[in-house]
């Protein structure tokens, strides 16, 4: 059983999952954690059932950082040896073939931020702070930082973050495109159960298919893309979906098929 993860699906926000972190009071992000998150996103990436994903740390904080009690007495070689997890476990969102949204509360920062930015959406209180602050501590991110916020919000913008450790609040935060959209503390689970809702009855094959597309091809050549695009779009005519949704658009037009995620 996990200690400080957890799976819990929505009765009222059916097909939605809340992957929620507690590990009081700060949610650092220890090895154990990290193994329990990419434990969660196996799960759900393996449950038909479930439609979307929203992490969530708790009212408080999203999580804090890595825990760097921990890692303080490690050697070169042992964090050799750990580091491949250590960016496995941060990197888990990003694997999960279903849509995504961060619900950020309090701090994402480091490794909370690492973890948050492989999510597909973010949505934050209006008084989170968020950052990688590594350079302060003598290292540099190294749960994805260095590569998944220059792609998101360019590489000016993420040197800067990176190579000053600053904190940034919700504004600058959202001006930046750090994050996706900005709601009332207390507001934000409710705000990102909302959106991962709206792909409950959606195709999900056709989810899958897109979110690979663009994950995989933003990191290659036009070409290469264009080429995934292309065999992605083509296997889908395999798919029940496809045959149930251009039936229902023939028939009724957009927006009213019932998929059945086959």
């Not at 760097?68 to 476990?89: V, W």
């Not at 190294?142 to 040197?159: D, M, N, V, Y």
């Not at 292309?230 to 229902?248: P, Q, V």
């Amino acid at each position: 059983m996990a200690e400080f993860v957890t799976v819990q699906k929505q009765a009222e926000h059916p097909g939605v999952a809340v992957i929620r972190l507690d590990r009081p009071p700060m949610n650092a992000l220890n090895a154990a954690l990290l193994r329990e998150v990419s434990a969660a996103a196996d799960q759900v990436s393996a449950d038909p059932e479930v439609r979307a994903v929203v992490v969530y740390g708790g009212e408080k904080v999203f999580a804090a950082g890595a825990d760097i009690k921990e890692m303080a007495t490690l050697t070169k070689d042992e964090m050799a040896a750990r580091a491949g997890e250590l960016q496995s476990g941060l990197g888990a969102l990003a694997r999960i073939p279903k849509p995504t949204v961060a619900a950020i509360t309090g701090y994402a920062l480091g490794g909370g931020l690492e973890l948050a930015l492989g999510a597909d959406r973010r949505i934050a209180g209006d008084n989170v702070k968020v950052g990688l602050p590594e350079i302060l501590l003598g290292v540099i991110p190294g749960g994805g930082g260095t590569q998944r916020l220059p792609r998101l919000i360019g590489t000016a913008k993420a040197k800067d973050l990176i190579f000053s450790g600053r904190f940034v609040g919700a504004n600058e935060a959202l001006q930046l495109g750090v994050v996706d959209e900005v709601v009332a503390p207390d507001e934000v689970l409710r705000a990102a159960l909302e959106w991962a809702s709206r792909f409950q009855g959606a195709a999900s094959v056709a989810l899958a298919a897109a979110k690979r597309a663009v994950d995989e091809g933003v990191q290659t050549s036009l070409d290469a893309g264009l080429a995934l695009e292309e065999e992605l779009f083509a296997s889908l005519f395999g798919t029940e979906d496809r045959s149930i949704g251009m039936a229902s658009f023939i028939e009724n037009g957009p927006g009213k098929a019932k998929f059945v995620g086959r």
